[in-house]
C-alpha cells in the first residue's frame, strides 16, 4: 500500500522483504533513497542502513518505525540514517519529507514531524523521479 502511494506520488518505487533482498536491489541498480523498517526479517533496519552507507555511500537511508526512537538513539546507532518517521504515517507527508531528503534540502538528520498519521505498510527502497 505504501509503495502504491509512494509511486501516485511520483517516486519509482522497488520493495523488498528482507535486508537481503534490499541489499541485492541496492548492488543491481543506484537509489536516492531507502526507506528501511527497523524491524526487518534477518538484519535489522539499523544494521541494514550501515551496510547501504558502507556500500552504497550516493543513498540516502530514511528509517522507519512503529517502535519511537529518539535522535539521540538513532545519532547513537551510528548507523548514517539521514531521517527516521515513526508510523503510522501521512503518506503526503511522508512524500514531502522523503522528497526534502532526495533533493539534499534537509542534510541534517531528522524525524518527521509528530503530524503524521495514517497509513502503515512496509516499503524498502525507492528511488525519487529523475530530476
Given at each position: 500500500m505504501m509503495?502504491?502511494?509512494l509511486r501516485v506520488e511520483g517516486f519509482d518505487v522497488e520493495t523488498?522483504?528482507?535486508?537481503?533482498?534490499?541489499l541485492e536491489r541496492l548492488a543491481a541498480q543506484p537509489f536516492d533513497l531507502a526507506l528501511v523498517d527497523l524491524m526487518?526479517?534477518?538484519?535489522?533496519?539499523?544494521?541494514l542502513a550501515r551496510?547501504?552507507?558502507?556500500?552504497?555511500?550516493?543513498?540516502r537511508v530514511v528509517?522507519?518505525?512503529a517502535y519511537h526512537?529518539?535522535?539521540?538513539?538513532?545519532?547513537?546507532?551510528?548507523?548514517?540514517?539521514?531521517?527516521?518517521v515513526p508510523k503510522p504515517l501521512d503518506l503526503g507527508e511522508l512524500a514531502r519529507f522523503l522528497r526534502s531528503k532526495v533533493a539534499g534540502v534537509a542534510n541534517a538528520f531528522e524525524v518527521a514531524g509528530d503530524a503524521l498519521a495514517g497509513v502503515r505498510a512496509p516499503a524498502v527502497a525507492g528511488a525519487a523521479p529523475p530530476r
Open positions: 509503495a502504491i502511494g523488498a522483504d528482507t535486508s537481503a533482498q534490499a526487518l526479517p534477518g538484519t535489522n533496519g539499523i544494521q551496510l547501504a552507507r558502507e556500500r552504497h555511500p550516493g543513498t528509517l522507519m518505525s526512537l529518539s535522535e539521540r538513539q538513532l545519532t547513537r546507532a551510528d548507523c548514517g540514517a539521514a531521517g527516521f
